[in-house]
């Protein structure tokens, strides 16, 4: 879907953010709102159409981004009326971090983003069901058992892959990306970060928080089993990878929330983006740096498994190590 607008304002010391998408969404400090009450209570803008009729969610959500470009000189002269930063996620909240190779403070910039690994554990209500089948998506293909690569045809006498079904048919499939693992921290993460935060999946590649996928088995960990191990190969690849950051503003950081398995893919994935990346780790040895614009900060944690939904939760509360 692509972005047609977006605003961000204030309103009795109250910051709001309007985006459109398929649907206008409107959120007031990070949380959703419904934007007819918001309008009605707050904004003067007419609610009513040159027939008489109430406007609907769409057209009443266009006026206001009409009301403000046509006050934009007004608002060139309030700068506490619409404000640059990003409601919601603003760096001005977490430490700064340094970057180990310089030895120099890094500041982040005002609206960065978070790319988080997928995890192995999954709803079980995510999975597809097409056409009455329960679809499994796995490392290794078996049609017969409806088994099925990403990138294998829907149908044999048919071009669309799952994953064009799946960037299609999106009202169909039943959770968001960071709803989709089991585990607390993706929520949190997403709580804090919103539209800020990204999913890195051994499925489909990296995506939006916000986009749906369905229910996998597919990982990068050399402990799964090998009809779930998907064995990362960039030369040849058996997966056409979303990369939806592939936009996003060159003048914001990327940070990676995640182990070694999947660094092979985000490096691949965000290589060509001028942005910095800043890769956090936990081993005693440094990754293998690569060309790119990487950053790379030492975690110190005790924690040995897992130990990247500690990095997690510190983001979650404001904290960047």
């Known amino acids: 879907m692509i972005r047609i607008n977006e605003h961000t304002f204030e309103l009795n ?66 700068r506490d009326l619409i404000p640059k930063k990003k409601v919601g996620f603003e760096s001005k909240h977490y430490k700064p971090i340094q970057n180990v190779s310089e030895k120099q403070e890094l500041i982040l910039s005002e609206n960065f983003k978070v ?33 099925f690569l990403p990138d294998d045809l829907v149908n044999v006498d048919e071009t669309a892959t799952w994953r064009d079904f799946i960037n299609a048919n999106q009202k169909i499939i039943p959770l968001m990306a960071y709803q989709l693992y089991c585990r607390r921290e993706y929520r949190d993460l997403y709580n804090k970060c919103t539209d800020s ?70 490096y691949d994935l965000t290589q060509q983006l001028p942005n910095r990346k800043i890769i956090y780790y936990n081993s005693d040895n440094q990754p293998i740096q690569r060309n790119g614009n990487f950053i790379y900060k030492r975690y110190n944690t005790t924690t040995k498994t897992n130990w990247h939904y500690e990095l997690a939760n510190d983001i979650s509360n404001g904290i960047m190590p």
């Open 197 to 266: 935060m990204y999913i890195l999946s051994a499925g489909w590649g990296l995506v939006r928080a916000d986009f749906r996928m369905p229910k996998y088995d597919i990982t990068f960990s050399n402990a799964a089993n090998l009809e779930n191990r998907r064995i990362y190969n960039h030369i040849h690849p058996a997966y056409i990878d979303f990369n939806q950051l592939i936009n996003v503003d060159n003048e914001e950081d990327i940070i990676y929330i995640g182990g070694k398995d999947y660094l092979n893919l985000f």
């Open 13 to 78: 010391e109250e910051q709001y953010y309007l985006s459109f998408f398929d649907k206008p969404i409107l959120m007031k400090n990070g949380v959703n709102q419904k934007v007819k009450p918001v309008l009605r209570e707050k904004l003067p803008i007419m609610l009513f159409n040159s027939n008489g009729n109430e406007e609907v969610t769409w057209t009443l959500a266009k006026k206001i981004l009409e009301y403000f470009s046509e006050n934009s000189l007004k608002q060139s002269l309030n």
């Open 115 to 147: 790319v988080m690994i997928c995890a192995g554990s999954k709803f079980e209500e995510a999975e597809l069901i097409y056409n009455n089948q329960h679809i499994n998506f796995k490392a290794l293909s078996n049609r017969q058992n409806f088994e």
